[in-house]
Each structure stands twice: as C-alpha cells, then as structure tokens.
C-alpha cells in the first residue's frame, strides 16, 4: 500500500496570508491527525477527524482548522499567519479511530516557511 | 497535567555498548505508551508499544506504573540505531499522542 502523502512538501507565505495542507491517508484508513513539529514546542496534536468528524483537538487558536472528506483525505488551514507558525506539519493515517489507541502512519510533513 | 518527559536530548554510546533511552510520564488514569524512531530523512515510525510486548530490532520497553516509566532498552548499540527517539502516550479511546521531546541516539563505531 502507499503510505500517507502529505502535499505540499514545502510553502513559504507571508505573515497575514492563510495557507492550506492536504493529506492523503493509507488507503482503507479513516482516521487522520495533525500534528506540529517546531525545535522550540516539539511534537504537538493539532487535531483528528474521524469519519469527517473531528474527534479531538489540540491547544491551538482558532486559527488552526480542518476538515475531513468523505474518501477520508484531510486539509488543514491556517489563517492569518504569524512568523511562529513556521513548523514541519505531520499528519498521521490509523485504520480506525476512538476505539483504542491504533497504530499511526505518519507522512514526510509539509514544511511551512512563514516571512 | 498530561506530560512526557525525556531528559536526556543526546545520548551517544559505542557500537555494541547497552543503551537505555529514558522516559517518565505523567498521566491520570492508564495511558497507552509508545516509542517512536525517526532514521535520517525517514519519516516518523512506530518503534513498538508496551501493549504488544514486543521486541522490535532488539529494543524493549517496559512500563513501570509505580515509577511511571517506559525506558526503551537494547543490548548492544549498532551503528544503524543512530536516530531520534520519541515517547509518546496515548489515553482512552483516542489517537490524540502526547509526544516527548525526543532523543538523539547517536552510535559511534
């Protein structure tokens, strides 16, 4: 099977500007989440959608949203970037979701530059 | 508070020596835990679980629920391990992972 693919691989926007990640799951999976990797913060849970439903969500400000289709591909969007959105943004695929914790399959992440 | 530590952010042994990657956790109930390996420009991957018990290219982890503790452990270092380490956990009947802030495993020859 194809892993999780995440495009695009690399952005560079501007403060002010929003953006938007896409990521494609394993196929057959259905649950998706997003995480944000920055030096200072780590690892970080942005959200997860399940079944195009939103199951759980992260510490992070409103501006921080996503969604989820029904063939279980994800987009994420950032509005209004600031300087300290710049991250490497994961995301992860598992073949089921909410029901015990399941394996995840994460993507290369999508390097987001903000000047 | 939800939190997993690692303190050590470089550990760096001698091929064939033992390794032990530390990590502490702080949960209120009875989380899942987890160690991921990211390898040079591969992505993030599932190491193994304390559920499974298993051993995955000579690495264990035990969860130690009195000292909150699933320190990830191998015999002997090999060169190829060199990579960054992640705990993380996980509680409930959710995929939500808590991640520590990594260690760097590096194995000199």
């Known amino acids: 099977k194809a892993g999780v693919t995440q495009t695009p691989r690399y952005l560079i926007k501007t403060r002010g500007q929003q953006v938007t990640l896409s990521c494609s799951p394993i196929s057959g999976h259905r649950s998706v989440s997003w995480y944000q990797q920055t030096p200072g913060q780590g690892l970080q849970f942005l959200f997860e959608?399940?079944?195009?439903?939103?199951?759980n969500k992260g510490n992070f400000p409103g501006r921080f949203s996503g969604r989820q289709f029904s063939n279980s591909r994800s987009e994420m969007n950032v509005s209004t970037l600031e300087l300290g959105d710049s991250a490497l943004y994961l995301c992860a695929s598992s073949a089921r979701g909410g029901f015990g914790t399941d394996t995840q399959y994460f993507g290369p992440g999508t390097r987001l530059t903000v000047l | 508070a939800q939190r997993v530590t690692q303190p050590e952010k470089l550990l760096s042994v001698f091929k064939g020596a033992p390794v032990e990657l530390k990590c502490n956790y702080s949960?209120?109930?009875?989380?899942?835990l987890f160690w991921y390996v990211q390898y040079s420009r591969q992505r993030l991957q599932l190491l193994l679980r304390h559920i499974s018990r298993e051993s995955i290219k000579g690495f264990t982890a035990d969860l130690n629920k009195g000292e909150t503790s699933f320190h990830l452990k191998k015999p002997f270092a090999q060169e190829e391990d060199s990579a960054m380490y992640y705990c993380a956990l996980s509680g409930g009947a959710t995929n939500k992972l808590i991640f520590g802030t990594g260690t760097l495993l590096a194995v000199q020859p």
């Open positions: 959608y399940f079944s195009e439903t939103q199951r």
């Open positions: 949960y209120s109930g009875s989380p899942e």
